[in-house]
Nanobody, 118 residues
């Protein structure tokens, strides 16, 4: 059974940084794509960033230049993805979810809270 587990969320002041991690277990194959979504209170879940083995990366306009998504290429961590978040703003406050599509299936983590506040 595939499970995605996020970590690294927390409370940070505006302008600060956080690094989110997501590790997938239970899959013997490397996911072609992994990404991060977020959902703020009262809003729909939105794509933040995605990376593929093409290779390619895509970001939401609101985070371009501030967030960086990356994969761990070590064999033992083939399904680990990171989100480096810099210059955080209050509007980045949300629950951040890790995502991995796998053919007809789609896997999600349980989410990690990121709060940007002074």
């Amino acid at each position: 059974q595939v499970q995605l587990v996020e970590s690294g969320g927390g409370l940070v002041q505006p302008g600060g940084s956080l690094r989110l991690s997501c590790a997938a277990s239970g899959s013997i194959f490397r996911f072609y794509a992994m990404g991060w979504y977020r959902q703020a209170p009262g809003k729909q879940r939105e794509l933040v960033a995605v990376t593929t083995d093409r290779p390619s990366t895509n970001y939401a306009d609101s985070v371009k230049g501030r967030f960086t998504i990356s994969r761990d290429n070590a064999a033992y961590a083939k399904n680990t993805v990171y989100l480096q978040m810099n210059s955080l703003k209050p509007e980045d406050t949300a629950v951040y979810y890790c995502n991995a599509p796998d053919g007809a299936k789609e896997y999600w983590g349980q989410g990690t809270q990121v709060t940007v506040s002074s």
